[in-house]
């Protein structure tokens, strides 16, 4: 039976089906536009499609889900018996997305609160868990949103990128590059901040960078019990090391959880993005 309080997500929370499935969580997908053609942000997918079009240069669009998407989703929520639904979802900063599922919300037979993660991938994952976690414990709508928001804020999340160049033609750069300036071969170690990417520091090695990136999850961690993420696209290799480093390290971790991201996440990326998130561990 579904809980008295729905939690729907979007595809860049990158949970899988285990996940989603055990947690009763509705995902809307993003689309994605390779060239000529169209597919919802899901994975596993084809990592050799979305390589084959970046490499040729081809468009590469992502599109938010329209608001009939989340109405549906809505709609059927509470056809399966919820009174209310929490919808979290990516950085608002990053996409429209949050903006579509409140335009459906205000059409929506039971009540919807949005919640803005300012965050993506299992920033946002962890976020989407937790208010789901909460759901089905009996939790009310606004307690469930609560909990969303306030892993939200707690989680950190650094990641690297092989070139900037995905991230400047997507437009999700803006300030990275006046920081920068014309140094655009530097490979940088960005960071989720305020619902935003930023610079934290550059490196000029993918060792170093994934020798920093195990440091900067470990002071983060600090002598907490935490639960941790390791993402990548296309450098599983980079993404096993940095897990087990990181599992010898973290003498307080709960779970760790390895995925590849998936087309929406890896258009703006690139090839051979590694990234790290650390949030406080909930007690279950």
């Known amino acids: 039976m579904s809980p008295p309080v729905a939690v729907v997500t979007d595809s860049t929370a990158y949970l899988g089906a285990e996940a989603t499935g055990r947690w009763n969580?509705?995902?809307?997908?993003?689309?994605?536009?390779?060239?000529?053609?169209?597919?919802?942000?899901v994975t596993p997918f084809d990592a050799g499609l979305l390589a084959h079009a970046l490499k040729g240069r081809s468009p590469i669009l992502t599109s938010r889900p329209a608001p009939e998407r989340f109405a549906d989703a809505y709609r059927r929520a509470a056809e399966n018996g919820a009174a209310a639904i929490v919808s979290v979802h990516l950085s608002g900063a990053l996409s429209g997305t949050a903006d579509s599922a409140r335009l459906a919300a205000g059409e929506a037979p039971v009540?919807?609160?949005?919640?803005?993660?300012?965050?993506?991938?299992?920033?946002?994952?962890?976020?989407?868990?937790?208010?789901?976690?909460?759901?089905a414990a009996g939790a009310p709508a606004a307690e469930v949103a609560g909990v969303a928001r306030r892993r939200a804020a707690a989680v950190s999340t650094f990641f690297y990128v092989e070139t900037l160049d995905y991230l400047r033609h997507g437009g999700r750069i803006g300030r990275v590059t006046n920081l920068l300036g014309s140094a655009l071969s530097i490979k940088p170690l960005l960071r989720m901040a305020d619902g935003e990417i930023g610079v934290l520091e550059k490196?000029?090695?993918?060792?170093?960078?994934?020798?920093?990136?195990?440091?900067?999850?470990?002071?983060v961690a600090g002598d907490r019990p935490v639960d941790v993420a390791v993402q990548h696209l296309m450098a599983a290799e980079r993404a096993e090391a940095l897990t087990k480093g990181l599992t010898a390290r973290l003498p307080r971790l709960v779970r760790m959880w390895v995925a590849e991201v998936g087309p929406v996440l890896g258009?703006?990326?690139?090839?051979?993005?590694?990234?790290?998130t650390v949030a406080p561990a909930t007690v279950n």
Do not use: K, Q, Y
């Open 25 to 41: 969580i509705t995902v809307v997908p993003i689309r994605v536009i390779l060239g000529d053609r169209e597919i919802d942000d």
């Open 267 to 276: 258009a703006h990326v690139g090839p051979g993005m590694l990234g790290v």
């Open 111 to 135: 009540p919807v609160e949005v919640v803005d993660s300012g965050s993506i991938a299992m920033g946002l994952g962890f976020a989407v868990l937790d208010a789901a976690r909460a759901a």
């Open 203 to 219: 490196v000029r090695t993918g060792s170093r960078a994934l020798a920093r990136l195990e440091d900067l999850a470990v002071d």
